[in-house]
């Protein structure tokens, strides 16, 4: 870290104050120690062109994601004030404001993360496991409850139709190819490894998506790790693993049904959105600053 006993020191302050990892704020000032140094200054003397810029090359592909680290870096800047570490005295990270952000994502990374239902069509056939379908499916037409319950929870019994009750509490219409992925998965007996040579036996239980009986064994929290473990298998099984995350599916996933919807309709995206936010939000997520982070992929 440039100025690491200053650094440190706010740290250690932070530590003290909320449930956080040193590690974790450690990283975010590692992250911007080459700028630093470039500069021939600390963070806290940023000008605000200069925070502009800097945020520009980090080749990061989520506003929020600047937004956030912009938050600590403001925090951290308002402590060198108060300790006397800035001569003017002035906060620049304070003048970036949340939309500002979004100019400030690398685009074609940030393209390669919104994927059409064509796309997770092909990467569901190209999978080798029907609870591997289900689960790319699901994200993209709205299942996940909190830590993934819908995925760890759901039984068989609870499809009717094309209506599955889902362990969230939520019962949802999804489209004919899923609720096939959802009958196949629960049938399966092994899941196919794709990257030793063996089959892992799976629980013999009514879930639809069936734990192995390793994981089977441990407890609901270590079932939700096991989610996101095979998510990251089976990205980097298709070749996205270095871009591609369940929560870049899920978004995909809203998108498409917004457009799907309010196409239908013969209405734009941005209507649509004002008038059926609480149906889009009980199937995804808040929308909140949704539109105007993806504008560019709604109707």
């Not at 990892?21 to 992250?31: G, R, W």
């Not at 007996?189 to 998506?209: C, F, H, K, M, R």
């Not at 209405?267 to 995804?284: F, G, V």
Request: proline fraction near 2%.
């Amino acid at each position: 870290m440039y100025n690491a006993d200053r650094k440190t020191r706010w740290i250690e302050k932070k530590d003290a104050e909320v449930i956080s990892s040193l590690k974790y704020y450690e990283t975010k000032m590692n992250n911007v120690a080459p700028y630093e140094k470039e500069l021939g200054k600390d963070l806290c003397e940023f000008t605000k062109s200069e925070i502009v810029d800097m945020y520009k090359s980090m080749n990061t592909y989520s506003p929020s994601t600047i937004y956030i680290n912009n938050r600590i870096y403001l925090e951290y800047t308002d402590w060198c004030i108060t300790e006397g570490f800035v001569p003017d005295s002035q906060n620049h990270f304070s003048e970036i404001t949340r939309d500002m952000c979004n100019e400030y994502v690398n685009k074609t990374a940030f393209d390669k993360r919104i994927v059409t239902r064509e796309e997770i069509t092909d990467w569901c056939k190209a999978c080798w496991n029907d609870a591997d379908r289900y689960l790319l499916l699901g994200l993209f037409e709205g299942i996940k409850g909190n830590r993934f319950i819908d995925f760890t929870d759901t039984e068989v019994d609870d499809i009717e139709n094309n209506v599955i009750h889902l362990a969230s509490g939520r019962t949802l219409d999804f489209s004919e190819e899923l609720i096939s992925y959802a009958y196949k998965s629960a049938e399966e007996t092994v899941w196919t490894s794709y990257t030793s040579e063996w089959d892992l036996p799976l629980a013999n239980s009514n879930l639809i998506l069936k734990p192995t009986e390793r994981s089977r064994k441990t407890e609901t929290i270590n079932l939700t790790r096991a989610i996101l473990k095979r998510s990251k298998i089976i990205f980097s099984f298709l070749g996205v693993g270095d871009y591609m995350s369940m929560n870049a599916v899920r978004i995909s996933g809203m998108i498409d049904y917004i457009n799907i919807n309010a196409s239908r309709l013969g209405m734009s995206a941005q209507d649509y959105i004002k008038i059926y936010q609480n149906r889009i939000e009980e199937r995804y997520m808040p929308i909140n600053g949704f539109y105007n982070k993806y504008k560019d992929y709604l109707v």
